[in-house]
């Protein structure tokens, strides 16, 4: 059982980097410098291999943006199987034109959401380390 400030949760099981847990597909760890970081990919494949593809619903909103910052919150609900939430995660996220790759730049509103989303799928699957998503390159 795991308890969150919003309810509890029982059968999460945890993996931790390393990334070496059967499930997590070399196709989704991306080495930055000597460590592996998991893909938002991943993530998603992770959930939707432990809750189902109807189990979980992951919202994302922005919460503040101009031209030079972004940021978003996401909340993931895990259903039980008598579609009632088992628990509710929240993971905010930030992104900035300097905090995100070059091809991302144009675009790096969007990353926020996604930083946001990865932070709240880590904490209900319990993956330890930031996203690759999340670390600034």
């Not at 938002?40 to 189990?55: C, E």
């Not at 919150?73 to 628990?87: F, W």
């Amino acid at each position: 059982r795991r308890h969150t400030r919003y309810g509890t949760v029982t059968g999460v099981q945890t993996c931790a980097l390393p990334i070496s847990q059967p499930g997590v597909p070399d196709r989704y760890i991306h080495r930055i410098g000597n460590r592996p970081h998991i893909l938002y990919d991943g993530l998603l494949a992770l959930a939707r291999q432990r809750w189902g593809s109807d189990g979980f619903t992951l919202n994302e909103r922005w919460t503040y943006n101009d031209e030079k910052l972004s940021l978003a919150e996401a909340e993931l609900r895990i259903k039980s199987e008598h579609g009632m939430n088992d628990g509710i995660w929240i993971g905010s996220g930030d992104a900035t034109p300097e905090n995100v790759s070059t091809s991302v730049r144009p675009h790096f509103r969007r990353m926020a959401c996604t930083r946001a989303k990865a932070r709240a799928l880590r904490d209900a699957l319990g993956v330890d380390g930031a996203s690759a998503e999340e670390v600034v390159l």
